[in-house]
């Protein structure tokens, strides 16, 4: 069965960082091409990074420069470091694994199958 559990969320001020963390299970992780999404209130969810399976990222322009998405595949755990953190970044984060996808790392959201519960990150002073 595949699982996918987020943690890592909280409360930070503006400026400051989270490291968020997925582990998955029931896959091989370095066979597939991973993602991390946000969702924030009234809004759609959109890609934030993606990671393919030789390394390869990809990064949402409102994030490159600030979050880091990196893999373990010894853990089977999916990082994604949040640096400079801004009260826009406030959201529902969610793991995410394109098991059907052949293709390079993608930010569409239409390509991952399997999604995690979730993580809240709120980023205020």
């Known amino acids: 069965e595949v699982q996918l559990a987020e943690s890592g969320g909280g409360l930070v001020q503006p400026g400051g960082s989270l490291r968020l963390s997925c582990v998955a299970s029931?896959?091989?992780?370095?066979?597939?091409?991973m993602g991390w999404f946000r969702q924030a209130p009234g809004k759609e969810r959109e890609g934030v990074a993606t990671?393919?399976?030789?390394?390869?990222?990809r990064y949402a322009d409102s994030v490159k420069g600030r979050f880091t998405i990196s893999k373990d595949n010894g853990k089977t755990t999916l990082y994604l470091q949040m640096d400079s953190l801004k009260p826009e970044d406030t959201a529902m984060y969610y793991c995410?694994?394109?098991?059907?996808?052949?293709?390079?790392?993608?930010?569409?959201?239409?390509?991952?199958?399997?999604w995690g519960q979730g993580t809240q990150v709120t980023v205020s002073s």
């Open positions: 029931g896959f091989p992780l370095s066979d597939n091409v």
């Open positions: 995410a694994a394109a098991l059907d996808y052949e293709g390079p790392p993608t930010l569409a959201r239409g390509e991952y199958n399997y």
């Open positions: 990671i393919g399976r030789v390394y390869g990222t």
